[in-house]
């Protein structure tokens, strides 16, 4: 856990250095004339950010006494920036008058606290001098790092006995045989312990390729690596065996040369070597893009079909080395079956292995389900069964005990040190934004956005030069992401953005069990845990959790950050005790009431406050109904979501919140009803959007980034506010009327920062208005809802729009032309009668980077696909749709995955060929349908529901 309490304490001290430097305090500071204390206590925080750097680049070797400084520095510099944060807020949030009549004695406190800090300090300084000049320094290992020898990232079976395999294996050897001549580098990439290794092990070895090479070798690069050593083992390896009888000699000459020559000198060697030859090299298990950049010169084309293959778990390293850039094969986990199938062959040591009872069948899926495909932690927990009784008993409590077990049993070292090694590889500044994703409940989907927000309100990022905040948060996020830290969800939306990911199980027993251990996070849950003696920075109630709540009464919560709530709970537990909370996250809870909330505004820290989706009783919706007046008190709030809740109208005090910067409200329906007289049968089509109403001032918040969405009546001096958030980058806005339509459009045309609008028109009513509308310059993502009769003609100017929704805009064939000529458009969804013209016919070199669209709600469908149309469409989604003829001309999409479908509205003739036409496709894409598990009965229930439910049942999007 080395590389994770340096990682800990380097983070915080560098936000408290930040802190320290800031022209508040340092006013704040002269007033209570402890200015000098402040001063005192930076000189010394950086001293001991000199002694964390020291001893992450391996200067000390990291024994049990630097563990324990590390520790006291981190907690040290926790506790200094609580104390910071408190005064500060105390001066912030009173007036000048109260200031003066509280200013002995706030001064006396702080001064306390400060001079308090300072002894600690001062200690903390005089154990340095005492146990650090005692201590050995290192070698030029870094601390926590644990070299892995090649053969550890392998899958440790036989080759015989491996499984899953064999399509991958195919897959590789075609794209290395095709006869281009130019010289391929091809890339494998996957998260740690996926099978990489293993997968081009076999394609080396494989007799497909044993003699169309006439030179091999195979690099294992690795993490740490030295290029001279790397280069003399490629020449090594492309060495040509002497003849009989001078073969001892010509070796120890071969090897006196290459051990004295430099870098250049074995770059040309290797050159020379391959010059003409057709070569095959494999770098295994490479880090970074300086170890390609380095490797890259000596590794010449000559234009005769050579390969180069890469081994990587970072995608953004694949994606850079690869020649063409198409070449990036990304290795997926096992499928169920396959997994199965390996499980059964590491517990019984053969891969004719009898037939599981149904007991330690369905005990093996719960298991494999924590593995999610992951061979390695497959074959770990394979032999570790394999080692136990083969009784439901012993297969339960290991499936219980996973977590504990990688902590402690021998037989799982392998999987963790793999698992480790991409987590010691990250920089100091993620590891805490990796760890940090155990806060969220076991097997849940998180958001991107409330990830990168949460990061943002606990002060893990930084703002740069000409960056945002939430830009550099999601640059880290997507950082994780390349190096398959966090795995993407089917959410993953056109032009690679990732909506929602999860981490996958086994890593995450990984990363709890260091967070626990680091006390970075504390889970409550109706499993038994000690009550923890150390401070309790986040908190995580987890389903359960309640049966435990004499533990939580008998919790020291006065220095928790974050609180994140799964399942049922009652904040006045807590809410008084939770004096320096940053985040509240109710996402995940339920049955809460207005009431709940009276004392939300003791919360002075609070920069996050989440309540969205509250459960009411069952699966209803929320009951909370308004924000309570204390909630005005959270003047550092910087993020408030309300999203599905029934709060309606903002309360006027809101407008005092200045440092707000992320609004989000309403309740939005995009996806299938589940309402009784719908569900399970039909799932109709409702979309609407429900708004909240706002008070006048709010063109004060100036700050405002995100507002949506916003119901607009008729006062139109609001409407005009609204034209003066300037600094709006995501803006919705609904219930649009033919009387407010011009005011909204001006308003809406002054925010020349937006890149997201919503426009939604009031029931019955049109987007008329829109025909005289200026759009934002920077727009790339827009939804209307709403009758338009045609595209106004601005929307051939939208050239940035990589997004566009249309709801109930009746739009003819027309629009089509519009449309197709977007030069950045990659998601198009019509949705809801917003096309009416008959077939969708979409010609040749039309839409050229859409990749996927979206039909939902639409009557007599017809969709025709003509040679060359979309040349980049990846996904086609089919939803609450009527046909006509159905969908031709699939073949004619040649980057087609996948066509998802709901069967009951197409006839049974256009679903078989629709299968014909998929069938037939080059790329074999997958066709999902939905509804299929129906009865016929069920299905004329669906059609005759159909036909006496309206479509439309709002009136805005």
Not at 401 to 426: A, P
Request: glycine share 6%; net charge positive; aromatic share 6%.
């Amino acid at each position: 856990m080395a590389e994770t309490a340096l990682s800990l304490a380097q983070s915080m001290v560098e936000t408290v250095l930040g802190k320290l430097t800031s022209a508040v305090l340092d006013k704040i500071g002269k007033l209570l004339s402890v200015r000098q204390n402040i001063q005192n206590i930076k000189d010394e925080l950086q001293m001991m950010q000199a002694f964390l750097k020291t001893a992450d680049q391996g200067g000390l070797r990291y024994t049990e006494v630097v563990r324990t400084l590390v520790k006291q520095v981190r907690e040290l510099a926790y506790d200094i920036e609580d104390c910071l944060e408190e005064f500060m807020l105390h001066f912030q949030q009173r007036t000048n008058l109260v200031r003066k009549i509280c200013n002995l004695r706030a001064r006396h406190q702080i001064a306390t606290e400060i001079q308090d800090i300072e002894s600690r300090i001062e200690a903390l300084n005089q154990r340095f001098l005492q146990y650090i000049a005692a201590l050995p320094t290192s070698s030029n290992v870094a601390p926590g790092y644990v070299h892995i020898a090649p053969h550890l990232g392998a899958l440790s079976i036989e080759d015989g006995r491996l499984v899953g395999l064999d399509k991958p294996k195919a897959d590789l050897i075609k794209w290395i045989t095709e006869k281009e001549k130019s010289l391929r580098v091809i890339s494998v990439v996957g998260m740690g312990g996926i099978g990489k290794t293993t997968l081009v092990k076999k394609v080396y070895a494989s007799l497909e390729l044993a003699y169309r090479f006439n030179r091999h070798a195979w690099i294992t690069v690795s993490q740490s690596f030295e290029v001279k050593e790397i280069l003399k083992n490629l020449i090594r390896q492309l060495h040509n065996a002497p003849p009989k009888g001078i073969e001892t000699k010509k070796r120890e000459d071969h090897t006196k040369e290459i051990e004295t020559m430099g870098g250049e000198e074995l770059t040309q060697k290797i050159q020379d070597k391959l010059q003409n030859n057709r070569y095959l090299i494999v770098l295994d298990d490479v880090w970074a893009v300086p170890a390609w950049e380095v490797l890259k010169p000596a590794l010449p084309d000559n234009n005769n079909g050579s390969r180069i293959v890469v081994t990587t778990r970072n995608a953004t390293l694949a994606a850079h080395c690869s020649t063409p850039s198409t070449c990036v094969y990304q290795l997926q986990p096992l499928p169920d079956e396959e997994s199965l199938k390996l499980l059964c062959t590491m517990v019984y040591k053969s891969s004719d292995y009898p037939c599981l009872p149904k007991e330690l069948h369905d005990l093996a899926s719960n298991i494999l389900k924590k593995c999610r495909g992951l061979p390695l932690a497959i074959v770990a927990v394979g032999g570790l069964l394999a080692t136990k009784p083969q009784t439901t008993r012993e297969w339960q409590k290991l499936h219980d005990q996973l977590g504990s077990e990688l902590e402690t049993n021998l037989g799982l070292e392998g999987l963790k040190r793999v698992l480790n090694l991409s987590y010691s590889d990250l920089p100091y500044y993620l590891k805490p934004c990796f760890l940090y994703l155990s806060v969220f409940p076991e097997d849940s989907n998180i958001s991107r956005k409330r990830l990168v927000k949460r990061w943002m309100a606990e002060g893990f990022v930084s703002v740069k030069r000409d960056m945002t905040a939430e830009e550099v948060a999601e640059r880290y996020f997507y950082k994780l992401v390349h190096r398959n830290l966090i795995l993407p969800v089917e959410s993953i939306s056109a032009g690679g953005i990732v909506k929602q990911c999860r981490v996958h199980d086994v890593m995450l027993e990984v990363i709890l069990s260091k967070s626990l251990e680091e006390n970075l996070v504390f889970v409550l849950s109706s499993l038994d845990v000690a009550i923890p003696r150390d401070k309790v920075r986040n908190l995580l109630l987890a389903n359960g959790w309640s049966t435990k709540e004499n533990a939580l009464k008998h919790m020291n919560l006065s220095h928790v950050r974050s609180l994140t709530v799964s399942g049922e709970w009652q904040p006045s537990l807590v809410f008084p005790r939770l004096r320096l909370l940053r985040v509240l996250d109710l996402e995940d809870a339920s049955v809460l009431q207005d009431e709940d909330f009276r004392q939300l505004g003791r919360l002075r820290h609070l920069k996050y406050l989440s309540l969205r989706g509250l459960k009411g009783k069952g699966k209803g919706r929320s009951n909370v109904q308004k924000l309570p007046n204390s909630c005005l008190k959270l003047r550092g709030l910087e993020v408030l979501d309300i999203r599905g809740t029934r709060i309606k109208q903002l309360p006027a005090g809101i407008v005092k919140l200045q440092k707000l910067r992320y609004l989000h409200a309403g309740v939005r329906f995009d996806d299938e009803c589940s309402c009784p007289c719908c569900f399970p049968l039909v799932r109709a089509p409702i979309t609407r959007m429900e708004g909240v109403m706002v008070p006048k001032g709010i063109g004060k918040m100036k700050g405002l980034e995100t507002l949506s969405a916003v119901v607009v009546g008729e006062d139109k001096g609001i409407i005009e506010e609204l034209g003066k958030l300037t600094q709006l980058r995501k803006f919705g806005i609904v219930d649009i009327t033919k009387n407010n339509g011009e005011e909204v459009c001006a308003a809406v045309g002054k925010l020349r920062c937006l890149q997201s609008l919503l426009m939604s028109a009031a029931k019955k009513e049109t987007l008329s208005c829109l025909t005289s509308f200026s759009p934002p310059p920077r727009l790339l993502n827009l939804t209307l809802n709403g009758g338009l009769a045609s595209l106004p003609n601005w929307f051939a100017s939208l050239g940035e729009v990589a997004k566009i929704t249309l709801v109930k805009t009746k739009l003819t064939n027309n629009a089509m032309t519009v449309l197709q000529g977007l030069p950045n458009l990659l998601i198009l969804r019509l949705w809801n009668d917003s096309y009416i013209g008959g077939a969708l016919v979409f010609g040749g070199k039309t839409f050229m980077k859409l990749e996927m669209l979206e039909l939902a709600g639409l009557s007599g469908l017809e969709v025709v696909f003509k040679e060359q149309a979309m040349p980049k469409l990846e996904r086609i989604s089919v939803r609450w749709c009527t046909f006509s003829t159905g969908i031709s001309g699939i073949e004619h999409l040649p980057g087609l995955e996948e066509i998802s479908l709901n069967v009951v509205y197409i006839l049974e003739a256009m679903m078989d060929e629709l299968q014909r036409q998929v069938d037939r496709h080059h790329n074999h894409p997958t066709l999902k349908v939905l509804g299929s598990e129906l009865t016929i009965a069920q299905k004329l229930q669906q059609i005759q529901k159909l036909q006496e439910i309206p479509i439309h049942q709002s009136n805005s999007v």
